[in-house]
């Protein structure tokens, strides 16, 4: 490989979407285990604006004090394998691949290094680089909540809040694959969108407030993180479920009190940590979605590695569409 260094994009503390810097490092060397992904597409997700603003600040115990420990951005990525590691059998010079760089980050690059037993995979020719590399984040979070952590059965009724971003987009399409009757919580301006990927109703919240409906659900998907157990209490079935992927002190505490004195339950848990066995395995499970027609990628904007900062500051004005996306080269 000619190509020495290469663009990264590198947060230098954590706060504003100025602190990201575009700078220019040695491209990675792939350990016996490794592969090096030429990056192709990087996506910037709302769990990467989090990560760069420290929330929650507990994060700060795990990630790095001051910055990540790990400063360059983003977990996603889509591209093709151009360097292997001594040991690695899987994957083979020229592959098409994807997948999630996960606690390592670094994706938001024009190379990562990712252990070939990690969760990375071939590409399928249904996707392109840009849908693929969203694949980790919206989808593989809504389809663990909605088929695992919810079990959600063909027949019951599925509200998602925060329906047009990448996890809602994601979110309805799984739960209407899995059989559910599906609700969208949106904007008036994002109503067309979630209808067109299946939902059955779409209420908007900046007109109507769900709970005054006196409706019921078997599952509320928040997936903004903007309402709580308590909140959606009394919109839920006797043994309904409310779940959000992002953790506050207050579903911390609803997670341990439904658990122990309620029908109803709150429910959390932390995609990216689980085994990498199992998130391959949802890999899997999604493209076959995908290739059934039942699932498909929405892609918001486009933008250069370079302007990271501004793709960061889009998705923090909260009115991102499905996914946003990094072209690395």
């Given at each position: 490989?000619?190509?020495?260094?290469?663009?990264?994009?590198?947060?230098?503390?954590?706060?504003?979407?100025?602190?990201?810097?575009?700078t220019r490092i040695a491209i990675p060397a792939p350990k016996p285990n490794e592969v090096l992904v030429k990056v192709s597409a990087t996506p910037v997700t709302t769990a990467d604006t989090m990560m760069r603003q420290a929330i929650p600040p507990i994060s700060r115990l795990f990630l790095g004090w001051s910055r990540p420990r790990n400063n360059i951005m983003g977990t996603g990525f889509a591209g093709e394998v151009v360097s292997l590691g001594a040991e690695v059998s899987k994957f083979e010079l020229g592959d098409?691949?994807?997948?999630?760089?996960?606690?390592?980050?670094?994706?938001?690059?024009?190379y990562v290094c990712v252990d070939?037993?990690?969760?990375?995979?071939?590409?399928?020719?249904?996707?392109s680089d840009e849908e693929a590399a969203t694949i980790g984040d919206g989808p593989m979070t809504s389809y663990h909540f909605l088929k695992t952590l919810a079990q959600v059965q063909p027949g019951q009724k599925v509200l998602i809040i925060g329906a047009s971003g990448s996890l809602g987009t994601a979110g309805v399409q799984i739960a209407k694959s899995l059989g559910a009757e599906v609700a969208g919580i949106c904007s008036g301006r994002n109503a067309n969108l979630v209808r067109s990927l299946g939902a059955d109703s779409v209420i908007d919240y900046t007109t109507t407030d769900f709970r005054?409906?006196?409706?019921q659900y078997d599952v509320i998907y928040d997936t903004l993180g903007i309402s709580?157990?308590?909140?959606?209490k009394q919109s839920l079935t006797d043994q309904g479920i409310y779940m959000s992927p992002r953790l506050g002190f207050a579903l911390l505490v609803d997670?341990?009190?439904?658990?122990?004195?309620?029908?109803k339950k709150a429910k959390f848990d932390a995609t990216g940590l689980l085994p990498a066995k199992t998130l391959r395995g949802y890999l899997a499970e999604i493209v076959d979605l995908v290739e059934a027609g039942r699932l498909k990628v929405v892609i918001d904007k486009r933008y250069p590695l370079e302007e990271a900062v501004a793709a960061?500051?889009?998705v923090d004005s909260g009115r991102?569409?499905?996914n946003v996306v990094l072209l690395a080269h």
């Open positions: 490989m000619t190509r020495k260094s290469m663009q990264a994009a590198v947060l230098t503390r954590y706060g504003a979407p100025e602190n990201i810097e575009i098409r691949v994807f997948g999630e760089s996960g606690t390592g980050f670094s994706a938001n690059a024009q070939e037993k990690g969760v990375i995979e071939l590409a399928p020719n249904t996707l005054t409906k006196g409706k709580s157990f308590k909140q959606c997670l341990l009190v439904s658990r122990l004195f309620s029908g960061h500051r889009y991102k569409r499905g």
